[in-house]
Each structure stands twice: as C-alpha cells, then as structure tokens.
C-alpha cells in the first residue's frame, strides 16, 4: 500500500489549480493532487535529464537534441564559420556544447589548417 506525506501549498494556488482542472477536463486531471503530482514528476524528470545530447557528428558540424525546447540543433562548419541554426548564432549553448567533444575539436583543427575560420580550440 503506498504510503503519502501531506504538503502545503498557499490556499490562492491551490484554488487556482482547481479552477484550471475545472475548466479544462480535456487534461484528465481529477484532483488538485493528481495534478501536483504529475506536474512536480515531469520537473523532475526535466531538471534531471540533460539538457543538451550529442546526436551525431562529422565532417560538416553536429546534431545536438535539446531537451528543453523539444529541438534539434544543427552546428554547421563552414569555411567563414560555425553557425548554429537554432539560434543563428556562432556564439549560442549549442555551438559551445559541441566543442566539448575531442572528436569535434579535432575536424575543427584540421579545418582550421585549411584556412577555415573556425574558433581556435
């Protein structure tokens, strides 16, 4: 038998809560408790996943899963620069994260020794 522990919450939250479960029977939420729980569950599933996720990598740049905005990052290499499509930028969490990676940090060398203008890493 599960066994539960009370928590207190302020009373205009919770009422807020009820009136959105009220108001929209769509979600299948039946209590104020269902819904605490299922909400707190996937923020803690959220907060303990990683953000960023290599998908794949080479020659031209990497794929990276972005797990708070449900989003794949393309981090291209091209002779004038790395650019990320997500965020237009060269200089965004995604570009840095793939320069975490040895293997990415060594096609961006090679490039480099090309005349790339690539960060220097």
Same mark, same amino acid.
């Given at each position: ?7 207190? /919450? ?10 959105? /479960? ?9 209590? !104020?408790?269902?819904?605490? $729980? =299922?909400?707190?569950?996937? *923020? &803690? $599933? $959220? &907060?303990?996943?990683? *953000?960023?996720?290599? !998908?794949?990598? %080479? ?5 990276? #899963? =972005?797990?708070? !905005? ?15 499509? !997500?965020? =237009?930028?060269?200089?965004? $969490?995604?570009?840095?994260?793939? &320069? ?5 940090? %060594? ?8 005349? #790339?203008? &690539?960060? %220097?890493?």
């Amino acid at each position: 038998m599960p066994k539960y522990r009370n928590i207190s /919450i302020k009373t205009e939250f919770a009422n807020s809560i009820e009136q959105f /479960i009220r108001a929209n029977p769509q979600f299948g939420y039946r209590s !104020l408790a269902q819904f605490l $729980e =299922d909400s707190s569950r996937r *923020r &803690l $599933e $959220e &907060l303990d996943e990683p *953000r960023f996720q290599k !998908l794949n990598s %080479d020659e031209n740049g990497v794929k990276i #899963w =972005d797990s708070r !905005l449900h989003k794949t990052a393309d981090v291209y290499f091209k002779p004038n620069g790395i650019r990320c499509t !997500l965020d =237009d930028t060269s200089n965004c $969490e995604h570009v840095y994260f793939a &320069l975490t990676f040895s293997d990415v940090r %060594d096609i961006i060398k090679a490039k480099r020794k090309e005349g #790339w203008k &690539l960060p %220097d890493v």
